[in-house]
């Protein structure tokens, strides 16, 4: 019986982190997210919105397998951009910076 639900448990996760997508170009940053596969949010914003970037990886695997949650603000009452589980925070951040660098 308890096969059956962890199976189910490990399947929606693996769902949820494969379509749970962020996106960085040089113009936007969208952010699309998948809630267990009936709804779906799609965040975005412009580089001149973005005010400040951080990232950060807490606890013992994250630090280990490098990976962490990225969050840019915006500014004003737009809403902020947060990457879930993102490999490389940090460097996600660093071209993030760059990219408000070139547009500002």
């Not at 280990?64 to 737009?78: L, P, R």
């Amino acid at each position: 019986m308890y096969k059956r639900q962890v199976f189910s448990y490990v399947l929606l996760k693996i769902i949820d982190w494969t379509f749970n997508v962020g996106i960085v170009t040089d113009r936007r940053i969208l952010d699309v997210d998948y809630n267990i596969i009936i709804s779906r949010e799609v965040t975005a914003t412009t580089m001149e919105d973005i005010v400040d970037a951080t990232s950060s990886s807490i606890g013992f695997l994250p630090s280990i397998f490098n990976y962490g949650h990225v969050t840019a603000q915006t500014a004003g009452t737009h809403q902020g951009i947060e990457f879930h589980s993102v490999p490389y925070p940090s460097e996600v951040v660093t071209i993030i910076n760059k990219l408000m660098e070139q547009r500002g």
